[in-house]
């Protein structure tokens, strides 16, 4: 299957981030998807790496985030899990396609500590996909490991599209 498609809107707006000066884009994006994602503003996620094939996010254990004994409270790693996802597969979806979670898996293995990180992928013939269906579901593979490198909890993520009932806009 053939990866080469043209940026979808997630994509062409990240690209505009390219006009701004090198020592203000990350401050910059993280402002446009935080207010797209208005939740992950609130706790804080912190988009580190965006690309098609791969997404980056981090959250740092500060208490509106912290559980009663002081680790990434279990909703919040779900936010991040998901907002990793979400994101990857945001980066893939069509325009005239509109992504929905459908379905989500997480089981608690250790105790976290301190900040966390989440890792979504793609692979090449699941972008392929994307891009040539109307409808469909992907399982999207994401870790997330705490500063000891180690991952407190094991996530999975089915992302489902489905025809947007708006015409794309550019």
Same mark, same amino acid.
């Given at each position: 299957?053939?990866?080469?498609?043209?940026?979808?809107?997630?994509?062409?707006?990240?690209?505009?981030?390219?006009?701004?000066?090198?020592?203000?884009?990350?401050?910059?994006?993280?402002?446009?998807?935080?207010?797209?994602?208005?939740?992950?503003? &609130? =706790?804080?996620?912190?988009? @580190?790496?965006?690309?098609?094939?791969?997404?980056?996010?981090? +959250? /740092?254990? $500060?208490?509106?985030?912290?559980?009663?004994?002081?680790?990434?409270?279990?909703?919040?790693?779900?936010?991040?899990?998901? &907002? =990793?996802?979400?994101?990857? @597969?945001?980066?893939?979806?069509?325009?005239?396609?509109?992504? +929905? /979670?459908? $379905?989500?898996?997480?089981?608690?293995?250790?105790?976290?500590?301190?900040?966390?990180?989440?890792?979504?992928?793609?692979?090449?013939?699941?972008?392929?996909?994307?891009?040539?269906?109307?409808?469909?579901?992907?399982?999207?593979?994401?870790?997330?490991?705490?500063?000891?490198?180690?991952?407190?909890?094991?996530?999975?993520?089915?992302?489902?599209?489905?025809?947007?009932?708006?015409?794309?806009?550019?």
């Amino acid at each position: 299957m053939t990866t080469d498609h043209a940026p979808n809107k997630l994509q062409r707006s990240l690209m505009r981030l390219d006009e701004a000066p090198a020592f203000m884009r990350g401050f910059v994006q993280n402002i446009i998807l935080r207010r797209a994602v208005p939740f992950t503003g &609130t =706790a804080g996620v912190r988009f @580190v790496s965006l690309t098609p094939e791969r997404v980056e996010v981090h +959250l /740092a254990n $500060e208490r509106r985030v912290q559980n009663h004994i002081g680790g990434v409270h279990a909703s919040a790693m779900n936010l991040l899990a998901e &907002t =990793a996802t979400g994101m990857v @597969v945001g980066m893939n979806v069509r325009d005239d396609c509109l992504p +929905l /979670a459908k $379905e989500l898996s997480m089981a608690f293995k250790k105790r976290a500590t301190g900040s966390l990180k989440a890792v979504a992928t793609l692979s090449a013939d699941q972008r392929a996909i994307m891009q040539s269906r109307d409808k469909g579901e992907v399982q999207v593979q994401v870790t997330v490991t705490d500063e000891a490198g180690v991952e407190p909890v094991e996530c999975v993520f089915t992302w489902a599209w489905v025809p947007s009932s708006r015409p794309a806009k550019n």
